[in-house]
C-alpha cells in the first residue's frame, strides 16, 4: 500500500452545503484505508533567509489514506464535500522512507 495525502482546496462553491463530512468520513473508514486528517487554519513560513513567501490561502484541510495506487486514491474523494462541492482535491503521494 502506498501513503498518499488529499489536499482540499478552498475552492468550492460556497453556496453548496458541505454538511457530509461525517458520512464521508464513514465511508472512508469502512474501507480501511483512512490514516486521519485535520482542517488547516492560520500559520506563517519561515525561512533562514528572512524572505519567506506569504502562507497559501488555497489549502483548507488534508486527509490521509492509504491505497494501492493513484487510481484507487482518485475514487476516495467521491463524496468528499469539498470535491461535491465542485471544489479541488489535490492528490500527492507521500514518499516512502
Not at 483512512?34 to 533562514?48: P, T, V
Not at 493513484?70 to 507521500?94: M, S
Request: proline share 7%; charged share 20%.
Amino acid at each position: 500500500m502506498t501513503d498518499y495525502i488529499l489536499l482540499m482546496h478552498r475552492d468550492a462553491d460556497p453556496d453548496v452545503d458541505d454538511t457530509g463530512w461525517d458520512a464521508y468520513f464513514d465511508k472512508l473508514s469502512a474501507t480501511g484505508m483512512f490514516q486521519g486528517g485535520s482542517s488547516i487554519g492560520d500559520g506563517i513560513c519561515i525561512n533562514k533567509a528572512g524572505r519567506p513567501p506569504p502562507v497559501s490561502a488555497q489549502l483548507g484541510g488534508f486527509i490521509r489514506i492509504q491505497a494501492p495506487d493513484l487510481a484507487t486514491a482518485q475514487t476516495l474523494v467521491i463524496g468528499n464535500p469539498v470535491f461535491e462541492a465542485g471544489g479541488t482535491i489535490e492528490i500527492r503521494e507521500l514518499p516512502k522512507d
